[in-house]
């Protein structure tokens, strides 16, 4: 999970649409059915030939009921107004404006829809609308979890039987991270459903775009979730949890919190979709290369020690879809080929995600940032378009689902890596946490944490030992292990 963050000079929604075989009459189809007066802006994002010039723009301004025009660089995205990516071009926005770039990146490394909703969400934040239509591929899963991160809405197309599209509709839709799969020309007509509901509840945010009356009523969520997943999120950062409700209430168009509540106590299917909306985050391989650098350093300092080890144990908690335990399992894997070093090596990698830990286990990537191509060539092999880490990777690797909060830890570590998770949990949870981690790791064990995360408040469980990439050295210092399992923190829900 990430903060979100809401900017007052966001003056509607803007909607990235992608699209690349078939896209033309998927637009039309959109078009036709979009009244001229929404407000919004839209940005189309398709497939097009490097080498051509694209008639896409003139096509759809004969029969669009709103002005279509080619993205220029520095153009603002206007309401009412369609703007079109322009051929053999990588297309972002930064503060409301366009961003052109060419020529664009090699065919191989092109994915436009990926890289224009990526950017939409980090500048427009829950005012970003990602809309993904027919094409072959992927591209657009990747960049629809961003938007749907930072709470915005997503969508992706359907068959005639409300069915996901094949292809990359299909794709987004298999992240089970698309709120609506819709017909595209019932597109339209949500998403002015969507922007009334905004308008609707604008009164109700404080400056930074939370719902008052959403916080007031936390105790209470928290509580039906806990009793309906067995999951307790009492002890999460109150504005985090607060806004990611506040999106499945938009999502919903719930117009107040009493009216949620009822529905999250009522309908089955509401818990999960909850608690799957709290779960989102984003990952990618060798996130932060720096700090991988720094972290290829100290597995090698750990091999050069005078007792070295005979095995090496590694646990990488809240894995999420596995690409940080395979970055780990390569990284080690090196290492050791560098060394001609014969080392039994166990990577427990757990997450409290159990679609996520599926994900991970059947280890199929259709993208795969981050990984230089001899990295990808040596360490991966292709198949029907995804890329599968090969034998070596996976057998170091063993998924299972756990909770880092509550259950036992495994033991007798010497390296555990927990990237970005403790920045969603109060102070608290973030020491039982810590307290959990100093009891696993071994004497002088590592545990790798992510940029913004640190150990000042247990200076004497831990040290520094590498500042900048976030490595922190185990030391003696007494910690009484938390109890198990966690005592519930939230009064109990009426139902």
């Not at 071009?89 to 052109?100: E, N, P």
């Amino acid at each position: 999970m990430r903060e979100e963050h809401n900017d007052s000079k966001h003056r509607g929604l803007i909607v990235g649409i992608g699209a690349s075989a078939g896209g033309l009459e998927a637009f039309k189809a959109f078009f036709e059915n979009l009244p001229p007066d929404s407000g919004m802006g839209f940005v189309l994002v398709q497939h097009l030939s490097p080498d051509h010039k694209s008639m896409l723009t003139e096509i759809l301004a004969r029969e669009s009921p709103i002005p279509v025009v080619e993205a220029l660089d520095g153009m603002r995205v206007e309401p009412n107004c369609v703007h079109v990516i322009p051929p053999d071009a990588t297309l972002t926005i930064k503060d409301g404006h366009l961003v052109v770039v060419q020529p664009a990146p090699p065919r191989e490394d092109r994915r436009p829809i990926d890289t224009f909703f990526v950017s939409l969400a980090k500048d427009q934040s829950d005012n970003a609308v990602s809309i993904v239509l027919s094409g072959v591929g992927s591209d657009g899963s990747v960049g629809l979890v961003a938007v749907k991160e930072n709470g915005g809405l997503t969508i992706a197309q359907a068959e005639f039987d409300h069915h996901a599209m094949a292809g990359m509709p299909q794709s987004a839709a298999a992240t089970g991270l698309v709120d609506y799969v819709l017909q595209v020309e019932d597109m339209p007509a949500k998403l002015i459903e969507y922007r009334d509901h905004l308008a609707l509840v604008a009164d109700r945010k404080d400056g930074d775009g939370t719902r008052k009356d959403a916080a007031e009523h936390l105790g209470t969520v928290i509580a039906i979730l806990r009793s309906k997943t067995g999951h307790d999120f009492s002890k999460y950062k109150s504005k985090t949890v607060t806004r990611r409700i506040q999106r499945r209430m938009q999502v919903l168009q719930a117009d107040t919190v009493p009216s949620y509540v009822k529905h999250l106590r009522d309908d089955p299917a509401e818990p999960e979709m909850l608690f799957r909306d709290l779960l989102i985050g984003v990952t990618e391989f060798f996130r932060d290369t720096d700090a991988f650098q720094g972290l290829s350093a100290a597995i090698d300092g750990i091999l050069e020690r005078s007792d070295r080890p005979q095995s090496l144990r590694v646990w990488v908690a809240a894995c999420s879809t596995g690409e940080e335990a395979y970055s780990l399992a390569i990284t080690i894997r090196e290492i050791l080929d560098t060394r001609n070093a014969n080392l039994e090596v166990q990577i427990f990698a757990t997450d409290i995600d159990d679609r996520a830990i599926e994900f991970a286990r059947a280890g199929r990537y259709q993208r795969v940032t981050g990984i230089s191509p001899d990295r990808l060539k040596r360490w991966f092999y292709e198949e029907d378009g995804a890329f599968c880490p090969n034998r070596q990777i996976r057998g170091m690797c063993v998924f299972s689902v756990h909770n880092v909060t509550k259950d036992p830890p495994f033991s007798r570590l010497d390296l555990i890596s927990c990237r970005n998770l403790m920045i969603y949990m109060d102070n608290d949870l973030q020491d039982r946490i810590l307290r959990t981690f100093h009891y696993a790791l071994n004497s002088d064990g590592l545990l790798f944490l992510g940029l913004s995360e640190g150990v000042s408040r247990h200076s004497n469980l831990f040290a520094v030992w590498d500042k900048a990439a976030h490595i922190f050295q185990r030391s003696d210092g007494d910690a009484a292990f938390p109890a198990l399992p966690m005592p519930p923190q939230t009064p109990a829900a009426n139902r």
